[in-house]
């Protein structure tokens, strides 16, 4: 009775198992919505920290960026080995479960012939066909979701770094918000933006749906070291809400709708990754990493370059506050978790300050 009792529960803990695993990589790879998985979240935990170990051993920047560079993609591919491991272990239980082989060795050849298709262990009885057949088939679904989201998520990724790679024409690399004020300035188009705010509108959706659905994108590193899509968002809201606040020019709701879909989409994101914020808040009961000396500046330079400035610095301080709480916390949030490049604003807020020194 008790060898009964234990087989079926050895039954219930691997159809758990299996079924926990299948699960994962249902919400990973194909479920269109952020949903934390613990064995994904797990594994790239833990891919962090022997990351951060190396990092430990970087004296640059660009060394840094190298490592970290190869985060998403080892990551990624290690979560494979994790669900195969997972549905292996499963199926030896199952299998013991249902009787013909005993010891830890049987099993383990039992269930790894049959989850790689590779034929060499002998089932005899109908049960142990059914699961061998099962395993089989779960082994080869786990194979091809992979294989089926890596073309997505690259698809992603590429349209993606075509805005940052766009973007760094206009604002400079690294960007500044400053500077893509300037370059528009020079060419007569500081008051026609709207076309450019709308382009971005459309990026922050797409960056929203795609970095919430496939997380990993968030750590996908663009091809120039001194570029990330995180940094380029925060250029793009900061010189959205420089125009709204302290240039003297026609109001641009395009600029307005720009910022808001960025805030949302870099509050979905941070969301996901545990990041704490206040999603309504206010300026300046809440603060924000800009300070009333750097944006003074900042409106001198402009001036200074005749680019044409509201007459109230204090509202227009005040009205610049207003948009960048939005955005504040998930932004300089992020920069710190992806490890961005330096850049005016964004990843000199965050804890990377120190980092950034040494490039």
Not at 30 to 59: E, H, I, M, N, Q
Not at 252 to 268: F, H, K, N, W
Request: with cysteine; charged share 15%; hydrophobic share 50%.
């Amino acid at each position: 009775m008790m060898n009964l009792f234990l087989r079926v529960l050895a039954f219930a803990a691997g159809t758990f198992t299996v079924i926990y695993t299948l699960n994962s990589a249902i919400c990973t790879l194909v479920l269109p919505r952020a949903v934390s998985d613990r064995v994904t979240r797990g594994a790239f935990r833990l891919l962090r920290r022997l990351f951060d170990l190396r990092l430990r051993k970087a004296r640059t920047y660009m060394d840094r960026d190298y490592i970290m560079a190869n985060y998403a993609p080892v990551s990624l591919l290690m979560l494979l080995p994790i669900w195969l491991s997972l549905v292996l272990v499963g199926y030896m239980a199952l299998f013991w479960s249902v009787g013909g082989a005993n010891s830890a060795r049987e099993l383990f050849t039992l269930s790894g012939s049959s989850l790689f298709t590779l034929g060499f262990a002998m089932v005899h009885t109908w049960p142990q066909i059914a699961l061998a057949f099962s395993e089989a088939a779960v082994g080869l679904i786990l194979v091809a979701l992979l294989i089926a989201y890596l073309p997505t998520m690259y698809g992603s990724f590429s349209r993606r770094e075509v805005a940052v790679a766009k973007l760094a024409v206009r604002a400079g690399s690294p960007p500044s918000a400053q500077e893509m004020l300037l370059r528009f300035h020079r060419i007569g188009k500081l008051d026609s933006l709207s076309e450019f705010w709308a382009e971005w509108e459309t990026t922050f959706a797409e960056i929203e749906e795609s970095h919430t659905s496939l997380p990993a994108l968030v750590f996908f590193r663009s091809q120039q070291p001194d570029l990330s899509w995180i940094t380029a968002a925060g250029t793009v809201m900061d010189a959205a809400a420089i125009m709204l606040s302290a240039v003297d020019a026609p109001n641009e709701p395009a600029a307005a709708l720009c910022i808001r879909a960025g805030y949302l989409a870099l509050q979905r994101v941070a969301r996901y990754f545990g990041v704490v914020f206040d999603p309504t808040p206010t300026f300046p009961t809440h603060p924000i990493s800009i300070s009333r000396q750097e944006f003074d500046a900042m409106c001198q330079t402009l001036a200074q370059q005749g680019v044409p400035l509201n007459a109230d610095m204090e509202q227009a301080w005040r009205d610049f506050g207003g948009w960048r709480v939005n955005y504040d916390v998930a932004l300089t949030r992020l920069c710190t978790i992806t490890m961005a490049p330096y850049a005016l604003w964004s990843s000199d807020r965050s804890a990377l300050e120190d980092i950034h020194k040494s490039m």
